[in-house]
């Protein structure tokens, strides 16, 4: 590489996401609007962003490929100069934007059948055999959308990317696109990250031989390949060594495969306590807490705040509310059980039958328990972020039990927030309880019963104690920020 290319290696980042930093939504009168989007990778690259943006600190320039997700998404990248919406004038943080037009078809089958029912299925252990899975002749022809969305994203990075400049590439959406960019463009260097777990290989293998090895050597086409904790590291490891027969070196975290070597490192993810604290001090987080502490009293809180997600197993943590109310009835009118679900994939059946399931349970514990003057279930399922840092601040009791999750960030916004400091109780199968179950209290989350008592030793923690494991906690979840994380990334392909 010439001294002008190792200068522009340095002066650009590449980032590929499947959901992008910004997205659409149509008016009635046909305009588009943009809404920048929050979550971890958002706020990873903002700061990186804004330095590179003109007049900025002199960061490098990032260009971040994403899809469009949406009918508004896709005309704002039809409408877009290129596909670039910075280049259309859209404010998208400092960042290069360029939104990929993918065929609807296409992206609803790369999406929904095979990275949202097949891949997050399989990392989270989801399926309920003997109904699920099932790969036919239509899983094949999803499996091809899937390539063929990848590849848009390895051809748009091929074509934007400058000499030798480092690509974070993102997800199980994008688990191919490693392989298919370093084929294109051998003189780049590439990283891929997972958010989600990782399959033990005896779970894995239920994936079709060859997706099951396609997936393993997209990713492999990285030089370096990142998870949220050593747990799902290791499982990628085992995955290599079982499926591929690659060469496997757990001490060093390393793997050789065709000849390539990718390196396998974890890289932990928190918050970012300053930006989170001084978010919930602004005036809607703090109307909603007054409206919340209308309606709950002086009562003890236990609060739980998921996407309506199979994996976040918010039935289970339910029966384990109303188990806590059957042994436990002191508790009657003097607890209240906030639940916040967020809506979630809703095109695909097992999101909305899961969401109508939560809203079952959750009538029964009403009707059950509930009084004229005490309501011990409020159950909301419309999106509301304010409300969300509202309920944190009032927490007693943090419950978060996934039945397997990549990290889970609500147990580390939770503690950062709670005025009183709450006390977690957490599965000790999320990503999170490697860097918090110390000072949680964890859980099996398959155990309803045990979860049930868990909640009333959290309820009857003295105050003190709650609060100095919490001052932990939020010491622990501010340890690594969004920005650490992603700087984290980029460093380990030096
Ligand atoms: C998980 C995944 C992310 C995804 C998010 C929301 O955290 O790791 O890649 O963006 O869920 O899911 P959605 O399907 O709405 O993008």
């Known amino acids: 590489m010439s001294d002008s290319e190792v200068g522009a290696a340095d002066r650009q980042v590449l980032v590929a996401s499947n959901r992008g930093p910004v997205s659409f939504s149509l008016s009635g009168d ?5 809404r920048r989007g929050g979550g971890g990778l958002v706020s990873g690259l903002a700061g990186v962003a804004a330095a590179g ?52 078809a296409t992206f609803q089958r790369a999406y929904n059948s095979v990275a949202n029912s097949t891949l997050w299925f399989v990392h989270h252990l989801l399926y309920d055999t003997p109904n699920t899975p099932h790969f036919d002749a239509r899983s094949r022809r999803d499996w091809q959308s899937y390539e063929a969305y990848n590849a848009a994203f390895a051809d748009a990075l091929a074509r934007d990317a400058a000499p030798g400049a480092k690509t974070a590439i993102q997800d199980y959406h994008l688990s191919l696109a490693p392989r298919m960019l370093r084929d294109r463009r051998p003189d ?32 492999l086409g990285a030089d370096h390949a990142g998870f949220l904790t050593a747990r799902w590291a290791d499982a990628f490891l085992d995955c290599c060594e079982a499926v591929l027969g690659a060469r496997v070196d757990r001490a060093a975290r390393t793997v050789v495969h065709d000849g390539h070597v990718t ?7 928190g918050v970012d306590g ?40 918010i039935v289970r943590g339910l029966a384990a509310y109303r188990e806590l109310l059957v042994n436990h009835p002191e508790w009657h009118g003097r607890v209240v059980h906030l639940a916040f679900a967020y809506p979630s994939r809703h095109d695909l059946p097992e999101y909305r039958e899961y969401t ?89 989350p398959y155990d309803v019963s045990q979860t049930a008592e868990t909640l009333h030793q959290a309820l009857l923690m003295p105050a003190a104690e709650r609060a100095e494991r919490c001052a932990r906690l939020t010491a622990a979840a501010t340890a690594l920020p969004p920005q650490r994380w992603f700087a984290d990334q980029l460093a380990a392909l030096d």
């Open 30 to 34: 046909g305009a588009l609007s943009m």
């Open 53 to 104: 943006r003109p007049g900025g600190m002199g960061g490098p320039e990032v260009v971040w490929v994403c899809a469009a997700l949406s009918d508004a998404d896709r005309m704002a990248a039809r409408q877009a100069p290129d596909g670039r919406l910075d280049k259309a004038g859209y404010d998208t943080g400092g960042a290069s934007v360029r939104m990929l037009d993918i065929p609807a």
């Open 188 to 219: 780049l260097k590439i990283v891929h990250f997972s958010h989600t777990p990782w399959a033990p290989p005896e779970y894995y293998r239920l994936l079709p031989d060859d997706i099951g090895a396609q997936v393993l050597e997209g990713i």
């Open 263 to 269: 390196r396998v490192g974890v890289h932990g993810l």
């Open 274 to 313: 300053a930006e989170l604290t001084a978010r919930a001090q602004e005036p809607d987080v703090v109307a909603r807490a007054r409206a919340l502490r209308e309606q709950v009293g002086d009562r003890q809180l236990i609060v739980r705040i998921d996407r309506t997600e199979l994996s976040k197993n």
């Open 356 to 444: 109508a399931a939560v809203q079952r349970m959750a009538a029964q514990i009403t009707d059950e328990f509930g009084t004229p003057e005490w309501e011990p279930l409020i159950l909301q399922v419309n999106d509301d972020y304010p409300r969300s840092l509202a309920a944190y601040g009032m927490a007693d009791v943090l419950l978060v039990n996934p039945i397997r999750d990549g990290m889970n960030l609500v147990a580390k916004e939770g503690p950062v927030l709670s005025e009183r400091g709450c006390a977690l109780v957490l599965s000790r199968e999320a990503g999170a309880a490697a860097e918090l179950g110390e000072d949680a209290l964890t859980v099996n």
